[in-house]
């Protein structure tokens, strides 16, 4: 699975984000032989998502519980799936305090002797990577979602369950794909864009652009004022 491969050991992880994503991550994270330690989350009014793991909403007192801490946290997951930039800025900024991105593989996911998973990246159950497909780094593919062969996905790309891509697929940074869309062999997805739930995409889509429906089109192209 080359350098994405998560490695077993026994560090404490921070996950950054505590609703749906989090629950998800945690027993994948904790399967590998990693603990979660500590959750951080914008939301001060959130329940606690794990008992007797600590949630902490002040990116203040995050630093100083971690610089307490130090020598049992040592990894961070960022649990943050709707905006693929937003995750990976938040990535760089936990690299330079000086944690490493844990890259959660479900058992019961697939993942090719040949393909190439970037760090960080989030493969949920039932997924599928198949033979040399190459994913760039916090990138989630979510359940039931698939990654043909030499397929190509840039950095915080998200798969929605279901999703489908099939053989050669380009796409770019920070793409979404929708729940249960398709993306035919050889086809082209731009750094930004997104993909409706559903859709059947049979050309190239331009960087920044919303497509959806059968054959996959923007609103403009519909005939929908934007």
Not at 49 to 62: C, H, K, R
Not at 87 to 106: E, F, M
Not at 133 to 144: D, E, F, K, M, Q
């Amino acid at each position: 699975m080359g350098e994405g491969h998560a490695v077993k050991g026994k560090a404490g992880v921070l996950l950054w984000g505590g609703a749906g994503q989090a629950k998800v991550l945690r027993p994948i994270i904790e399967g590998a032989g990693y603990r979660v330690l500590v959750v951080y989350d914008r939301d001060p009014d959130l329940a606690p998502p794990f008992a007797g793991v600590p949630v902490i909403s002040s990116e203040v007192e995050l630093k100083a519980w971690l610089g307490e801490r130090r020598d049992e946290v040592s990894a961070f997951a960022v649990a943050v799936a709707a905006d693929g930039q937003e995750r990976c800025a938040i990535a760089r900024r936990l690299v330079l305090d000086g944690l490493s991105p844990v890259t959660a593989v479900h058992p019961k996911s697939w993942v090719a002797d040949t393909a190439r998973l970037g760090e960080g990246c989030q493969i949920l159950a039932m997924a599928a990577i198949a033979e040399e497909a190459v994913l760039g780094r916090h990138c989630i593919i979510n359940t039931n979602a698939s990654v043909d062969h030499e397929c190509r996905l840039g950095d915080g790309v998200h798969l929605m369950p279901g999703a489908t891509l099939t053989g050669c697929v380009r796409v770019g940074d920070f793409v979404t794909i929708g729940a249960n869309a398709t993306v035919l062999p050889r086809v082209s997805i731009g750094a930004g864009a997104m993909v409706g739930a559903g859709a059947v995409v049979t050309r190239d889509v331009p960087e920044n652009v919303v497509v959806a429906g059968v054959p996959a089109r923007s609103p403009r192209q519909q005939g929908v004022a934007v």
